[in-house]
């Protein structure tokens, strides 16, 4: 049934995905080198400001927009899959492992930029980072609510 708990959870994890698509996910506001630029890492772009506030320079980073998109895309076809709940358990193991890679792909862009520039301060990660994570949580109690689901069919059919 599409009203079951774990429906909210997994639209929520698409909110989450279009979260971390629209806003930027990492800010490193003072590199260190005194000369007042910062870098700028959303899930399109990865930009370079100086102190006035002009692109120095910028790179594509569509990879992390596609995987958050994809992450999304399959949370939504998991709402959709609740006639088979096996099918919608795999689909939201795979969505987990997909947002398991789009963290690290954030983290180790993050840490690539911060040893090319030498900061000394990590910089800060950014509300679409964190919507992320809030979607693998979410994504995790969706596959809970699913399991409870799936055995309470089982223990219903047994009794019959």
């Known amino acids: 049934m599409i009203q079951r708990l774990q429906t909210i959870f997994l639209f929520l994890v698409v909110v989450g995905m279009g979260i971390t698509v629209g806003t930027p996910l990492w800010e490193q506001a003072d590199t260190g080198s005194g000369t007042g630029d910062s870098w700028n890492l959303t899930a399109f772009m990865l930009s370079n400001y100086d102190a006035a506030g002009e692109v120095i320079q ?19 076809i998991s709402i959709f899959q609740y006639k088979n709940r096996a099918r919608q358990m795999m689909i939201n193991m795979i969505n987990s ?40 949580v979410c994504n995790m109690l969706a596959n809970r609510f699913i399991r409870k689901d799936e055995a309470l069919v089982r223990s219903v059919d047994r009794i019959r």
Not at 58 to 76: D, N, P, Q, V
Not at 99 to 114: H, R, S
């Open 58 to 76: 910028s790179s594509s980073k569509w990879y992390i927009a596609t995987l958050a998109s994809f992450a999304g895309l399959l949370a939504l």
């Open 97 to 136: 492992l997909l947002m398991v890679g789009l963290v690290a792909t954030v983290f180790l862009t993050t840490n690539g930029i911060n040893q090319a520039i030498s900061a000394e301060v990590a910089g800060a990660y950014q509300i679409g980072f964190w919507a992320i994570l809030a979607s693998m």
